[in-house]
């Protein structure tokens, strides 16, 4: 005789327009269990989260939390059940400090006064309790975003979780942050929290999850064991068919050199040399992996590469020639394409269609536009052309990218900037939060760009990711550059211990 | 004996800028209050007229000047409320919103006060007295300058502690700015962002009701067309200058009500200046806040999104 369920959410169905985001889905949550969703991007997974948290209410079905029906209006009556949730996008102000982004709508014993000390004192216990250290001063823009997931775990734990939602925590965290993070959850789970964790890395759901559901397009294809699931079964549940994965790609072929830093040196007032004296050289026809912890300055690279900060010192050559003061237009004219890391905040403009966010950059330029008119003609081709190379799930190319599934938000992004490139690319994470299938396309969309004689700058935090692609690797640790090894397997010690500060010298 | 007179100048000075800025503060209180919601609110210029008559209004029919200031807080806040129905229920353009509501304002009450006029329903009306602070007013210069006021200069200063408290140290005051900052993020730890918002709305027209009542009680006691004539964008420049802190907001206002002041007595000195150029100087200092002082950042995030936002 099985206990009852903690959570069990009956049919439900949630359209959207004539999108069916769900459809008839059974989901089931034990107590004391790490229940994994699974799906590709656009499945229907934080629909269903939403639905769960209050957020969106479902067309039809129900749901059943402790073997009683509620019916959720808002989060209020989620966070009254004891059900919390951390978003796919963070939902941290990034202006308030931790504590206040903590306190916002914290019920207070001296209601109206904010209950400070209280929560200070919480917090210290929260800390030992669960291994969540935090300086509760500093604003939130501050933290990396590691730290950041970390105030929205305490965030739900201050409003008391029988069960945590998690969408897709891990696609911006590091490796080393992600063991962190497993053994947080580990400690949730001993504590008796349940959780739902969403993630498109089969690896970590493998590792860390009891069950596992899988969605596809909207309905549920099944729950498995996780004892008795492997990558290939899970994929293949997801896509439908069987998925080739992490096969290499062929390395080799650099050509002349493309781009390079000579000496180069960011420096930024109150925080110093966030780069320092980088020497680099990018090849046409190569793809150059750049490793490193989040926040050594890679982001910093990409940006003085594509112009958005002018560079202190050094210098940087295109084809031999230098370029002094780079800006976004004449990279964008010298044929760069730049996939950025922050794609919820630089990338998109929400309310616009898919189409015109397509030709957000180029809308100037023909075939875009003749004698100052937009051609939508052309437009909606490339539009077309686009969403099916990078199989972007959409009820039509008119739909705001605000209304797709984050994945597909990204598809938008990387469809674009990857057009864009005619020499170069500087790609930032450009996988995260991709699916499996989304993810081997880009890989081969990379690939192929490289074969073309395009020079690929691939900045990632997935290790796989970058062996597998890269010719070279470089290794960044706060600002410089501790080495360049070749990307294959039998570099991945050097490169891990670089990671940690140790040069490659030291090493060898 | 030239010292003296030099005092007596500064004292009158400051006494008059300590008084004219008063409808500025409870216009930018009001400000604050919307715009941390994450509103903005360029109606605030029109909210204030609705005020002026509101309180006209409310102490013809109540015959005090208490009940004035009642009638302009519900004018006010009536406005505050039209607006919030408009931009967050109807979901208009913010901008547009609120010019719409100054020109409807200032349209509403002229047509109203002509036709009370030529129906001759024009009387004299209470209106606020000076209160001199027992002890407090007897001190020298500081007595003179803060102390012998209308009660609701009082008042206006006395809401800057209390909406600095409010705003910054309460639950309510967080969630206020939360939504301001992240309505969705507000929304996902239970904030109703609509209800926040209105709320916001409803207050900020009150106060700047409050900032009418002043300019139609609190000096002279008459209704006439044109006692608004800009303070609201003053208001509106002081919020941007004091960074939407309500002590540096209300030191702006300080600084508005004082070259206002000089203005006044600068046109009385005779200087070979056209006066129409004096009268130019404080909207002059609201253009250049404006100007620089638009852009710099720290404004919430979210102020002049519509929520949801698709
Ligand atoms: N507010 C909305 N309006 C219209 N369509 C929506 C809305 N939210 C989601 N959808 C659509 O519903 C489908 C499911 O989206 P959902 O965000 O649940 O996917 P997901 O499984 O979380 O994907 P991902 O892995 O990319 O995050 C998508 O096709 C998306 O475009
Ligand atoms: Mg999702």
């Known amino acids: 005789m099985m206990p009852a369920p903690l959570l069990e959410m009956r049919q439900i169905v949630k359209t959207f327009g004539s999108l069916r985001a769900n459809d008839r889905v059974d989901f089931e949550v034990r107590s004391g269990e790490i229940h994994a969703l699974l799906g590709e991007n656009g499945a229907g997974k934080t629909t269903l989260m939403n639905i769960l948290y209050g957020l969106y209410q479902p067309d039809s079905g129900e ?118 993070f497993f053994a947080v959850l580990r400690n949730l789970v001993d504590k008796g929290v349940s959780i739902i964790f969403i993630s498109h890395k089969l690896d970590e759901v493998l590792r860390i999850s009891d069950r596992i559901t899988v969605l596809r397009q909207g309905k549920r294809v099944g729950t498995i064991e996780t004892r008795q699931a492997t990558q290939p079964i899970l994929a293949e549940m997801m896509v439908g068919r069987a998925v080739a994965l992490d096969h290499g790609f062929p390395k080799g072929g650099a050509a002349q050199p493309l781009l390079e830093l000579k000496g180069v040196s960011l420096i930024r007032p109150k925080v110093g040399r966030v780069l320092k004296d980088i020497n680099l050289t990018l090849h046409s026809g190569e793809i150059l992996g750049i490793a490193g912890i989040d926040g050594n300055g890679q982001e910093e690279l990409a940006d003085v590469i594509c112009g958005l900060i002018p560079y202190s010192e050094g210098q940087m050559l295109l084809e031999g020639r230098p370029i002094p003061n780079p800006t976004p237009r004449k990279m964008k004219a010298a044929g760069l394409g730049y996939v950025p890391a922050d794609r919820q905040r630089v990338g998109l403009v929400k309310n616009f269609s898919i189409a015109h966010n397509l030709v957000l950059k180029s809308f100037d330029d023909p075939p875009f536009n003749r004698h100052g008119f937009l051609r939508e003609k052309v437009v909606h081709l490339n539009a077309q052309q686009v969403v099916e190379a990078f199989d972007i799930r959409a009820a039509a190319l008119s739909q705001p990218v605000g209304e797709l599934s984050g994945g597909n938000q990204q598809k938008v992004i990387l469809g674009r900037e990857l057009k864009l490139a005619t020499r170069l690319l500087v790609a930032v994470h450009p996988t995260r939060g991709l699916d499996v299938g989304a993810t081997e396309s880009v890989r081969q969309f990379l690939h192929a760009q490289k074969e073309k004689g395009i020079g690929i700058l691939l900045i990632s935090a997935d290790l796989d990711e970058l062996l597998a692609m890269s010719d070279r690797i470089a290794v960044l640790f706060r600002g410089e550059i501790l080495g360049i090894v070749p990307g294959e397997a039998a570099s991945l010690p050097a490169i891990s211990r670089m990671m940690l500060g140790e040069r490659l010298e030291a090493i060898a | 004996m030239e010292e003296f007179v030099w005092l007596t100048f500064l004292v009158s000075l400051l006494a008059a800028g300590v008084r004219l800025a008063t409808p500025l503060l409870f216009a930018a209180l009001g400000g604050i209050t919307n715009e941390l919601a994450g509103v903005l609110n360029i109606g605030l210029e029109g909210m204030m007229i609705g005020g002026t008559f509101g309180a006209y209004i409310g102490a013809l029919l109540s015959g005090s000047e208490w009940g004035g200031a009642l009638g302009g807080m519900l004018a006010g806040g009536l406005l505050g409320l039209l607006f919030a129905f408009l931009s967050i229920t109807w979901r208009g353009d913010q901008v547009v919103l609120g010019t719409g509501l100054n020109i409807f304002a200032l349209g509403l009450t002229s047509f109203l006060f002509r036709s009370m006029y030529k129906a001759g329903i024009t009387q004299f009306v209470p209106s606020f007295q000076v209160w001199n602070i027992p002890l407090l007013s007897d001190i020298p210069l500081i007595g003179q300058i803060f102390f012998r006021q209308v009660p609701l200069v009082y008042l206006a200063y006395l809401l800057i502690p209390i909406a600095t408290f409010l705003l910054y140290k309460t639950t309510w005051g967080l969630k206020l700015r939360c939504c301001g900052e992240h309505p969705r993020a507000a929304e996902t730890v239970g904030v109703n962002v609509i209800k926040t918002r209105y709320l916001a709305l409803c207050l900020s027209g009150m106060l700047a009701g409050l900032g009418g009542t002043f300019l139609s009680l609190g000096q002279i006691p008459a209704f006439t067309e044109g006692l608004v004539s800009g303070r609201g964008f003053i208001a509106l420049a002081a919020i941007i200058f004091g960074r939407w802190k309500p002590l540096n907001v209300a030191l702006a206002c300080l600084l508005f009500g004082v070259a206002d002041a000089l203005q006044l007595r600068l046109q009385g000195f005779g200087l070979p200046i056209r006066y129409e150029f004096l009268l130019m100087f404080p909207y002059l200092l609201t253009l250049i806040t404006f100007v620089i002082f638009v852009n710099r950042g720290d404004s919430p995030a979210a102020l002049g999104k519509p929520y949801p936002d698709q």
Do not use: C
């Open chain 1, 63 to 180: 749901i059943f939390w402790k073997g009683e029906k509620i019916v959720l209006h808002s989060p209020r009556d989620a966070i009254r059940h004891r059900i919390g949730m951390i978003h796919q996008h963070l939902m941290l102000v990034p202006n308030f400090t931790v504590l206040e982004n903590i306190l916002v709508g914290l019920p207070s014993p001296q209601e109206p006064l904010l209950p400070i000390q209280e929560t200070l004192a919480r917090l210290k216990d929260f800390a030992a309790q669960y291994g969540l250290p935090i300086d509760p001063t500093l604003k939130v823009k501050q933290l990396p975003l590691g730290l950041q997931q970390r105030v929205e775990i305490l965030k739900a734990l201050f409003r008391g979780a029988d069960l945590l939602i998690l969408d897709e925590p891990t696609a911006v965290l590091s490796p080393l942050e992600v063991e962190d």
